[in-house]
C-alpha cells in the first residue's frame, strides 16, 4: 500500500524516519536493476535528492516544515521545464535543444514546498496517448499481473509507476484528455484533473494549449487535494469531506457506460449501490451533447491542430525520429484550416454552455474512468487494435476536458483484483467541491 502524506509528515515528525531515508528508500527501488526503474524514469536526481532531503531534514531540526511536502519524495513528468535541464517530454526528436533557462512554475512551488525531486518520469511521447507505450525509453509495467505485461496508461506512465512501486509517494502529471485519471485509474491510484487555469502551464511542453492541465497522483484524495493547493499556489488545505447524504449524483448513460467490461462494469455497479447506501441520490441521466463530441473533434479536434501549430518545424527536421504512432496523430492537425479551428472553438463553447445547463442540479457526475481493465502490451502491437484501444480508454476522461471540467478518480476495485477507477467530476471551478465529495466517496467505498 502506498503510503500517505500524512503517514510520512507523521513518521517524521516523530522521528521515527528520516527526509534523507526517504530518499535512499526511493532511489533504491529506482536504481534496483530488476525493477521499474529503468521505464520509469528519463532522468533519475540521485545526487539532488540526497542533498534536498539533507537540506530538509536540517529545517525541520530548527522547526521548519514548509508544506505536507516536506522532505517527502516527489516525481515530475519529463515535459516540465527544469533550469539547466534539456526538456525531453519522452522523445528523443530534442536531445539537440538547449537547456531551459528557468524551472518551471510547477517545479519551483515543488521546491519551495520542500518536496525532494527523485526524477523526471516517462510518458508517451510528447503525452499524445491514454496508453503509455514509448518505444525510446520502454514502457513501464502496470503492478497488476506483471507477467502478463499490461500497460500503465498514459500518458503520465511512468508517474503511476514511480508511486506504486515505492520510488515517489506523489507524481506530477499533465492531463489533456485523461492523462493523469488514466494511469491512476488502471494502477490503482488516485488522480486529479484540476480545472485547467487553475495550475500554470508554462514552462511545460504543451500538447494542447486548450485542454492541458496539470494535477498529481498519490494514495488518497487527501494527498492529491494537499499537492494540488501547493501546485494552485496556495496555503496547503484541503477541504472538509461532503456529507454523502441527499447529496444528487449524476451517471450519464450517454457514451459513457458504453462497452464496459464485466469486471468494470460490476465494480462500478457496486461502487454505486455503496454511494446510494450511505444516502447519496444516483440518478442516470441522458447527456445527448456527449454523442456530439465525435463529429465537432471529427478532423482531428484541438488537439491535433494545437499539437501540429507546436510541432511542426520539429517534425521537419526531426520527424523520423517520434514515435509513428505519435508522428500520424500530430500531422491530421495540418490537415486543420485556420477556419476549421474556429469552427471548433465556437462549438466547443456551445457544447460546455449546454452540458453545464443540463448537469446544473447535480453536485457530481459520476462515471467508470477507464471502461476497461488495462489491456496487455501485447495485444496492441496491431495499429488497428493501438487506436480502438487509445479511443475506448480516452473517451470518458475526454469529456471533462473538452468541458474545462475537474475530476478525481478514485479506486473502486475489491482489493487483489485489477483496478478500476471511478470518476467523480464536475464543470470548471469547482475543484474544491469535487475533492470535498471525493472524500466522502472514497470513505464510503472503503467502508464496504
Known amino acids: 500500500m502506498t503510503s500517505t502524506l500524512a503517514n510520512l509528515q507523521a513518521a517524521l515528525m516523530a522521528g521515527d524516519v528520516t527526509a534523507e531515508a526517504l530518499a535512499e528508500t526511493a532511489l533504491s527501488k529506482a536504481l534496483a536493476p530488476d525493477g521499474e526503474g529503468a521505464r520509469v524514469f528519463t532522468r533519475i536526481y540521485a545526487e539532488r535528492a540526497r542533498e534536498m532531503a539533507r537540506a530538509s531534514d536540517t529545517l525541520r531540526k530548527a522547526g521548519i516544515v514548509r508544506s505536507p511536502l516536506e522532505g517527502v519524495p516527489v516525481s515530475i513528468k519529463d515535459l516540465f521545464d527544469v533550469a539547466g535541464e534539456t526538456t525531453w517530454a519522452g522523445s528523443v526528436a530534442l536531445d539537440d535543444a538547449p537547456p531551459a533557462a528557468a524551472s518551471s512554475p510547477v517545479v519551483e512551488r515543488l521546491v519551495a514546498a520542500g518536496a525532494v525531486l527523485v526524477g523526471r518520469t516517462n510518458m508517451t511521447e510528447f503525452a499524445f496517448s491514454g496508453l503509455g507505450l514509448n518505444p525510446h525509453y520502454g514502457t513501464p509495467l502496470n503492478p497488476f499481473d506483471r507477467g502478463t505485461g499490461r500497460i500503465p496508461g498514459g500518458s503520465s506512465s511512468g508517474a503511476a509507476i514511480s508511486v506504486t512501486d515505492g520510488m515517489a509517494a506523489a507524481a506530477i502529471g ?69 456529507s454523502l447524504k441527499g447529496l444528487r449524483l449524476a451517471v450519464p448513460t450517454t457514451l459513457a457506460l458504453d462497452g464496459l467490461d464485466d469486471h468494470v462494469a460490476a465494480a462500478f455497479q457496486a461502487a454505486l449501490s455503496a454511494l446510494s447506501a450511505a444516502g447519496a441520490l444516483v440518478e442516470e441521466i441522458a447527456v445527448p451533447e456527449f454523442m456530439e463530441l465525435a463529429q465537432i473533434n471529427a478532423k482531428g479536434g484541438l488537439a491535433a491542430s494545437e499539437a501540429w501549430h507546436w510541432h511542426r518545424a520539429l517534425i521537419g527536421r ?131
Open 318 to 448: 526531426a520527424g523520423p525520429r517520434y514515435d509513428p504512432r505519435v508522428l500520424v496523430r500530430i500531422r491530421r492537425g495540418a490537415d486543420i484550416s485556420a477556419a476549421d479551428y474556429l469552427d471548433i472553438v465556437a462549438a466547443r463553447a456551445a457544447w460546455m454552455a449546454a452540458v453545464e445547463r443540463r448537469i446544473a442540479g447535480f453536485d457530481a457526475l459520476l462515471m467508470p474512468t477507464v471502461p476497461v481493465i488495462a489491456p496487455a502490451i501485447a495485444s496492441l502491437a496491431d495499429e488497428g487494435a493501438y487506436g480502438a484501444a487509445n479511443l475506448l480508454i480516452l473517451r470518458n476522461p475526454t469529456l471533462i476536458n473538452f468541458l474545462d471540467g475537474c475530476a478525481l478518480s478514485v479506486p473502486c476495485h475489491p482489493a487483489g483484483t485489477a483496478p478500476v477507477g471511478l470518476m467523480v467530476a464536475g464543470a470548471g471551478g469547482q475543484d474544491r467541491r469535487i475533492l470535498s465529495i471525493g472524500r466522502a466517496i472514497e470513505a464510503a467505498l472503503a467502508d464496504r
Open 174 to 242: 499533465t492531463d489533456t484528455g485523461g492523462s493523469v485519471r488514466i494511469p491512476a485509474a488502471l494502477c490503482g491510484l488516485t488522480g486529479f484533473k484540476p480545472t485547467a487555469r487553475r495550475v500554470p502551464r508554462d514552462g511545460a511542453l504543451p500538447l494542447s494549449m486548450s485542454l492541458d492541465s496539470v494535477g498529481p497522483l498519490a494514495a488518497s484524495v487527501i494527498c492529491c487535494a494537499l499537492v494540488d493547493s501547493i501546485l494552485a499556489g496556495e496555503v496547503p488545505r484541503v477541504p472538509e469531506a461532503a
